[in-house]
Nanobody
Framework: VQLQASGGGLVQAGGSLRLSCGASGRTFSSSYVMGWFRQAPGKEREFVANINWSGNSTYYADSVKGRFTISRDNAKKTVYLQMNTLTPEDTAVYYC???????????????WGRGTQVTVSS
């Protein structure tokens, strides 16, 4: 399974970005949970959001709840993260993840994308 994230960039505080993550590989299944983690400089990697295979169950970190929305398109093997009302505290490298279990723990995910940088200026 390969995960390729895109959509990061530089945005002013209060702005929005939409991250995308496409999955490929013979072993990828649309039944996999997909999600996002992020890591800011000098900080540990933290859970952002995840979504089950059907898209009817989503979970968010408290820090992004109400501002970020995760969704997926199984036909395109893609998961999205719509990020609104961004703040400088959202600055981090964002990683796409996939696995068979739904979890907020980074070690639970076997497949990781390379990450995309999100920088929010004040």
């Amino acid at each position: 399974v390969q995960l390729q994230a895109s959509g990061g960039g530089l945005v002013q505080a209060g702005g929005s970005l939409r991250l995308s993550c496409g999955a490929s590989g013979r072993t990828f299944s649309s039944s996999y949970v997909m999600g996002w983690f992020r890591q800011a400089p000098g900080k540990e990697r933290e859970f952002v959001a995840n979504i089950n295979w059907s898209g009817n169950s989503t979970y968010y970190a408290d820090s992004v709840k109400g501002r970020f929305t995760i969704s997926r398109d199984n036909a395109k093997k893609t998961v999205y993260l719509q990020m609104n009302t961004l703040t400088p505290e959202d600055t981090a490298v964002y990683y796409c993840v996939a696995d068979i279990v739904i979890s907020r723990t980074a070690s639970s995910y076997f497949w990781w994308g390379r990450g995309t940088q999100v920088t929010v200026s004040s």
